[in-house]
């Protein structure tokens, strides 16, 4: 079993990068915190450089670049984002380019690595956009909340909640810069795009809307985002207040998962077909609003950060792929992140 790590808010009094451990007898347990990551909102990590990129989701946004070793965690480099709060980071297929989303700025930004060292150069590409929605309170300037390459790494998408768009930038990992950039999306006024992720072998893709709680099935044609259909992520008969959280697919991309805080809720799709996604379940998430989740297709388990509900629950996954209901909530304070470590001896 590797360890599992899980980001926290500092504000809200959140550890640091908080480690879990599983043990035969007493399950999961909190253990040895890395307080040199504070805010780790997000993350991305490289098997090429053995490097996890996190970002520090404050107003002078930075991404800590860490190694994980058997002494523990160790900050190799930290580069500023050129904007606020940021909130998603990703790489490209080389492993040559990081692409960071500024949520509180609305920018995004793309940092060419060292080829040797993994490390992210100065003076990042970055682009800000412009723009509101209808939600004044959510929406009123814009709020790149993901930034994604496309399967085939000739396009970076940059989801904006607040502009209810989808920008396309043309991406070549030899030049320094992003090419001029397209209007791939432009979503329901309101809607607040969110996390945006592409089938492994299809020309599709699904964006979670946080603020319409929907799914929207796109088909992707070079820089171009096509809608074929939608669903909502909440059960028929829910009338209450709720937002969607963070989306993923398992490796085959058979399988959808995305949370829903207010519901406090997983919503599994079955996207096995490649067609309309298909409802199997809405698993109770264990705690007030649920955030990100790391799912561990070899060990069967989600393992889900509950933000408000400052607790870390955990799923079994079956082998149709729902979640079996969580049999064990770990308290930590503020969680807001979940990713697998290595299992390094100790």
Known sequence: MP??????????????????????????????AFLGARNASFGAYSPRHDLHYLVNEHRTGTVSVCRETTE???????????GADPCYVTLDADESALAVANYGSGSIAVFRLDPASGLPFDNPDVHANTGCGPVTDRQEGP??????????????FHVDLGTDEILAYPFDPTADRLGERHLAYSAPAGS????????????????????????????????????????????????????????????????IY??????????????????????????????????????????RLLVLANEEGDTVTVFD????????PHHQAIDVRAPVFVFAGSPLPR
Request: net charge negative.
């Open 192 to 255: 607040g795009p969110r996390h945006l992720v592409f089938h492994p072998t299809l020309p599709l893709a699904i964006l979670a809307s946080e603020l319409a709680s929907t799914l929207t099935l796109l088909l992707v044609e070079g820089e171009s985002l096509t809608a074929i259909d939608e669903v909502s992520t909440l059960p028929d008969s829910f009338e209450g207040t709720s937002i969607a959280g963070h989306l993923s697919l398992d490796r085959s991309g058979g399988h």
């Open 3 to 32: 360890p599992i790590y899980v980001g926290t808010y500092a504000e809200s009094g959140g550890p640091g990068l908080q480690r879990l451990g599983f043990h035969a007898i007493r399950g999961w347990t909190c253990e040895d």
């Open 143 to 156: 709020h790149a909340h993901c930034v994604r390459f496309g399967s085939d790494d000739k396009w970076l």
């Open 72 to 82: 523990g965690w160790q900050e190799v480099g930290r580069v500023a984002t050129g």
């Open 317 to 324: 996954v079956r082998d149709d792929g729902t979640l079996a």
């Open 258 to 299: 995305v949370t829903n805080r207010g519901h406090d809720s997983v919503a599994v799709f079955d996207w096995s077909d490649g067609h309309t996604p298909h409802l199997l379940q809405h698993v109770p998430s264990g705690g007030a609003s649920p955030r990100a989740f790391a799912l561990l297709e070899e060990e």
